[in-house]
């Protein structure tokens, strides 16, 4: 048994206070989000473009997605019942609201929303159980966020996701921040923590803690972001945090829904390629280099179709489609693929299993 507290959020308790991060598109779905569940954590679907496999997603993507969400809840639900099973909704989505309410009619625990500030996301789950975490990276965000709620619809966050500058794909920093936090620190660490940002979490978890006080409920705060062992989680939890979000070590497990060929991009990369990337969402991300990165060095790849998939988008400034870099990572086709990633994703050395990576970071 873990000796960790379990991670409660309103009336949900999971028994490990681990949350697995959201991946897409297509790698974090049914099946790796009910194993998490039934290991005692959190399980996250992805519904960044989740219905890319629906035979009208071409014609038709929001329809594609918001009937595949629907699905993969249910699958998950049969795969884990009991379960605590949520969604991760990224504010960028065109058309957000409508996923936000499609996940919660669909039963979602949780939902989890970052890629911008989800200023009105308690008005699309009013009058469902559905609990709303925002995503927030610093101090000044999560003020935002908490005084936002509190005025305009007087409540607050029922978890607060802090996601730091190690964490993979889209992040809530620009360059130069990213550039400070990994100054003077070597990539190599074993523990790659940055007493810059500590302080920072627990600046948010201040923060947090006088909006539970008014609205007398617990918030928990969970940090994410380079989380890949049980000495990272220990460390959070020391900084005041009450739980993790995890996700690049999740990728590597049997039950991951991503190609085999996606995860053995994550065994063979090197510390070296992991970078940083620009990203058509609007926001750097943390990517393995590949071809197709290498070729995106070289100049704006063509864009042959639009999938309408982020509320601002102008095709003829993005260097690539996102959507479709991340289609061909979820198939497999990696020549083509932009392939997200956290900090830590050079250490995976072999495919392992969900229940193994949860009683690794909780110390089993």
Not at 343 to 361: H, P
Request: proline share 4%; with cysteine.
């Amino acid at each position: 048994m873990s000796g960790l507290k379990p991670l409660t959020i309103g009336g949900l308790t999971a028994r490990l206070p681990v949350i697995q991060g959201g991946m897409g598109v297509g790698i974090s779905l049914s099946s790796l989000a009910a194993a998490v569940a039934r290991a005692g954590g959190i399980g996250i679907i992805s519904a960044a473009q989740i219905g890319f496999r629906e035979p009208d997603f071409a014609e038709d993507s929001q329809a594609a997605n918001l009937r595949a969400m629907e699905k993969e809840m249910k699958k998950a639900r049969e795969l884990a019942p009991g379960g605590i099973i949520g969604f991760n909704i990224m504010v960028a989505t065109r058309n957000y609201a409508e996923y936000v309410k499609t996940a919660a009619r669909a039963g979602a625990d949780l939902i989890i929303s970052g890629a911008g500030l989800p200023v009105s996301l308690p008005e699309y789950v009013k009058g469902t159980a559905t609990k709303i975490a925002p995503i927030v990276s610093s101090v000044k965000a999560a003020l935002v966020i908490c005084k936002m709620w509190d005025r305009k619809y007087h409540t607050a966050p029922d978890l607060v996701v802090v996601e730091g500058p190690l964490a993979g794909g889209h992040l809530g920093f620009d360059r130069e921040q990213l550039s400070e936090l990994e100054a003077d620190t070597p990539r190599s660490c074993e523990t790659f923590h940055r007493k810059e940002y500590d302080e920072e979490i627990r600046g948010i978890i201040a923060l947090v803690k006088q909006y539970a006080q008014k609205y007398g409920k617990e918030i928990p705060v969970v940090t994410a972001g380079g989380v890949y062992s049980h000495e990272d989680v220990l460390h959070q939890l020391e900084l005041g945090a009450d739980g993790v979000q995890v996700a690049t070590r999740f990728v590597t497990t049997e039950e991951c829904d991503a190609p085999l060929a996606y995860k053995q991009a994550y065994l063979d990369a090197k510390e070296e390629d992991i970078v940083i990337v620009k990203s058509p969402v609007g926001m750097p991300g943390r990517a393995i280099r590949n071809a197709f990165l290498r070729e995106v060095e070289k100049g704006k790849q063509a864009i042959t179709y639009c999938y309408r998939c982020l509320e601002h988008c102008d095709q003829a400034k993005i260097p690539y489609c996102i959507t479709e870099a991340l289609i061909n990572a979820a198939r497999g086709n990696m020549d083509r693929a932009l392939v997200f990633c956290g900090s830590n994703a050079w250490r995976a050395k072999k495919i392992e299993t969900v229940d193994g990576v949860m009683r690794d970071l909780c110390g089993e």
